[in-house]
Structures are given as C-alpha cells and as structure tokens.
C-alpha cells in the first residue's frame, strides 16, 4: 500500500487542501490505518501532480496564506481503481516488543513483565481509541457504500488490538508462573 494511493482514495472522497488532509484524514480517520506527517503529505501531492493523476487549484485569501486545492483527475481515478482491484502483497511486520522478547531470556522475569505491561497499556489506548471512532450508520440502504466499508476496516483494526491485549495477558501470566 502507498500513501499516493491513500490520497487518491480521500481525494476521490472530495476535493482537500494539503492541511485538510492531514488534519482532517490522517489525524483524525485513518490514522489506525496509515499514519502520515505533513511533509510526506505535501512531497506525495507534488508526487501525485507531476503524474497527471491530481490536479491542484489556488484560491487567493486576503487575511491568509493563499490555499491550493487538490482534485483527483481522470486518470488519478483510473490509477486508484487499477490499485483497488490489484492484489497487496502481505505486509513486513516490524514488531519491536517481539524483537525484545525473542532476546529477554537474559532479563529477569520482573523486567519482563514490565516490558510486556507497558506494552499493553499502550495497546489498550489504541483500542480505546477506535472503539471511540463514529462511523455514520450503515442501516440505510440508499447510503453511500464508504460507512460500510470504513466499518469493516474498523472492525478489523478493533479485533487486532484485542487479540494482541489477549496474548499479552497470557505472556504476562506466563511469565509471572515461570520460575527465574
């Protein structure tokens, strides 16, 4: 997955500013998918503009900087649905905490648990934070197909941090029996 794609994805969604699409996407509604800084955010819209696949209007503000307003082009919307329906490789995962715990055998049982308990305070926000995430409500058939969808992704993100909080119980009650 690449960020040009996401923002393709929200660009589709309407029409954004750079500083909209930070704060208003990746802050506030993907931000459990797919974080992003600004500066990643700005050099993939000039990214995206050099290929023809956005393109970028300025409104001209007299109390404020001047705005540049991006819009997916036609062939930006023939790009994101070629990605769409193109198969993702499954993704490098990178897990420190797995990383630290295939080498702790040295550690004291103690400062393992530490580790692990930190680890899940950490995972237990971020379950807390998307179940805290509305998502409009799906029931109405003659709705747009996006809160359907945005809750499927949703629901997978929720059930990943609860299976991750349930191993870390049980390797923290394992490691708490483990004589050292």
Known sequence: ?????????????????????????????????????????????????AHGWISCTVEIQHDRPNRKVYRITQLGKEELTQWLQTHQPLPILREPLLAQLYFAAQLPNQAIVELLEQEYEARREKLAECEAIQIPSVDDPAASRDPKMHQLVLDLVTRREQTYLDWLRDAIATIRTESA
Do not use: N
Request: aromatic share 8%; proline share 2%; net charge negative.
């Open 1 to 49: 997955m690449s960020l040009a794609h996401v923002i393709l994805g929200l660009l589709q969604q309407q029409e954004r500013t750079g500083y909209d699409l930070k704060t208003e996407c990746f802050d506030d509604c993907i931000a459990h998918l797919w974080p992003a800084d600004q500066a990643q955010i700005y050099r993939t819209l000039d990214k995206l503009e």
